[in-house]
Structure formats: structure tokens, C-alpha cells
């Protein structure tokens, strides 16, 4: 796929993992997003969801492929395409970095809060693996779905507070 950025996704379609937007933080300052995992299997909202995660990275300028290399990701959940429409700069992505060279992969998680043996599922990024069991699921956080602007209050929360 052949895209030019900076671009406007108006679903998962175009999403590549490794894709990256800048996030204008309140200091004036940016944060950076990037996508994990695009699958069109998870149940909330098929073309329209993917995994995100906050990049450990805030700087004076947007972020470019240089700047975040080597950056890992601080927290990763399931947002709705207009997170990148309402939290990006200009509403667009701004870049491309293979998440491999950064060694960043999706996060495992529950499925669910509350063990039920049989119906939680351990979970890589978006994909079912099979049921957890118990010590799993004390391990792991359960996959949270983050609402469009979660990202940027975790970020001003992360980097300022």
C-alpha cells in the first residue's frame, strides 16, 4: 500500500502497524500514537477499531521516524479511528516506522474483568489465543477500550503529573 503522509484514515483499511501521529499536548509540547495491531476479527466496531499505544516520547517538534526510534510503548488499548481525528495534529498520521525495529509488539491481556474459567481469554493485542488461567489473568491488565481523547489525557498525565 502506497501511502503519503501526512493522511487521514477514515477506517482500519489503510492502517499499517507502526503508523505514528503526533498528539499536541496542553504545554504545547507532543506526544506520539502509534498503531499496534489492526485486525478485522474484534468484535467493537470491525473497520473501525485497531490497537493503540502511547509511545514512551514527548518533544519541543511533532514526532519524526528519527526521534522515536528505539522509543518503546507505555500503555496500549482499543480506540475508534477518530482517536487519530481528534487527538492527531491536523486530525492526520504523520509517518511510518516498522514496530519491529523497535522491538514493540501487542501487550498480552485478559479479555475481561473477573476470572470465569473457560470464558476469560488471554489475549495478544486484539487476537483470542485461548482461556486464561488464573495466574495469567492476575498477571495481566484486561484490554481496556479507550474512549477518543483517552490517549492525550494519558499522556498529559504520564509525562506532566
Given amino acids: 500500500m502506497d501511502i503519503k503522509y501526512p493522511f487521514k484514515p477514515k477506517s482500519n483499511k489503510t492502517l499499517i502497524p507502526g503508523q505514528y501521529w503526533a498528539i499536541p499536548l496542553k504545554d504545547g509540547k507532543f506526544a506520539c500514537g502509534r498503531v499496534v495491531q489492526v485486525t478485522r476479527n ?52 504523520t509517518g511510518y ?10 501487550d498480552y491481556f485478559s479479555s475481561q474483568i473477573g476470572y ?14 485461548r482461556p486464561i488461567n488464573l495466574e495469567e489473568w492476575q498477571k495481566y491488565s484486561t484490554l481496556g477500550i479507550w474512549g477518543t481523547d483517552y490517549i492525550r489525557q494519558l499522556a498529559e498525565e504520564k509525562f506532566f503529573n
Fill in 42 to 93: 474484534y468484535m467493537a466496531s470491525p473497520t473501525k477499531t485497531f490497537l493503540a499505544g502511547l509511545v514512551d516520547w514527548v518533544g519541543n517538534i511533532p514526532p519524526t521516524y528519527e526521534a522515536i526510534a528505539g522509543k518503546k510503548i507505555l500503555e496500549q488499548g482499543v480506540v475508534h479511528v477518530r482517536c487519530i481525528h481528534e487527538t492527531a495534529l491536523d486530525e492526520m498520521l
Fill in 97 to 106: 516506522r516498522p514496530l519491529d525495529l523497535d522491538f514493540i509488539e501487542p
Fill in 116 to 129: 470465569q474459567p473457560g470464558h476469560c481469554m488471554l489475549m495478544k493485542g486484539l487476537e483470542e489465543l
